[in-house]
């Protein structure tokens, strides 16, 4: 069972710089998702692609944050111009489009900034 | 905005005896509900579900309990162990958002004492 995959697992950047995170769903999952999770806080979400296409972004989401998926696979988070705001938890998550499937997580990508 | 509560931050038990964790939303489109157990350094890992149309679904010693009127729903885990021991998440799901999108509340770090 090849889960939800995240790359790196940790990352410490110095603010201002850009950083970019690499998800691989579950290959069946046409699905992929993209939360944040802040100490003390529950997942909160930021985007959602089906296939290629990125359908919903949060408005959490500024324009210093893109997200990809250019062959419908494994997806791209990128933040630009990094702020301290920005440490948190990035997780990714995966689903096949079956009613009220649950989605699956990765182990996330631990953002620091300093 | 905070549309899914879990009011109680940790909850501590004795091994055996049963853990009820609860989680109250309020977006009355919600109509899917998650439980997610998370262990320190992993994502979130699914638990168990229920619909909108039925009021309990158990799965082994794990039990969810739905009351749509208090928009209200409860995890009971009996006997509870040791490797309970982690944050569990309430999340909800709407139906017509299109997607498996998730709402998910703050947490509640359970300990089970041996």
């Known amino acids: 069972d090849t889960g939800v995959s995240q790359d790196p697992r940790h990352k410490i950047t110095k603010r201002g710089q850009n950083v970019t995170f690499r998800c691989d769903p579950i290959s069946e999952h046409n699905r992929l998702y993209w939360y944040r999770q802040t100490l003390g806080q529950g997942p909160e979400f930021l985007t959602y692609?089906?296939?290629?296409?990125?359908?919903?972004k949060s408005r959490l989401l500024s324009d210093r944050f893109s997200a990809e998926r250019p062959k419908g696979s494994f997806s791209t988070l990128e933040i630009q111009r990094t702020e301290q705001g920005d440490s948190a938890m990035y997780l990714c998550?995966?689903?096949?489009?079956?009613?009220?499937?649950?989605?699956?997580f990765g182990n996330g990508t631990r953002l620091t900034v300093t | 905005d905070q549309q899914v509560k879990q009011n109680s931050p940790s909850l501590s038990v004795q091994e055996g005896r049963i853990s009820i964790l609860n989680c109250d939303y309020t977006n009355s489109m919600f109509d899917y509900f998650l439980w997610y157990k998370k262990y320190p350094a992993e994502g979130p890992t699914f638990l168990i579900s229920?619909?909108?149309?039925?009021d309990k679904n158990e799965d082994g010693r794990f039990t969810v309990f739905l009351n749509k009127s208090a928009k209200h729903l409860s995890l009971h885990i009996v006997p509870s162990q040791p490797g309970d021991s982690a944050v569990y998440f309430c999340a909800a799901s709407a139906s017509n958002f299109g997607n498996e999108k998730l709402t998910f509340g703050t947490g509640t770090r359970l300990t089970i004492i041996p």
């Open positions: 998550a995966s689903s096949n489009q079956v009613y009220n499937s649950p989605l699956h």
């Open positions: 229920i619909s909108s149309i039925k």
């Open positions: 692609f089906q296939n290629e296409a990125q359908l919903e």
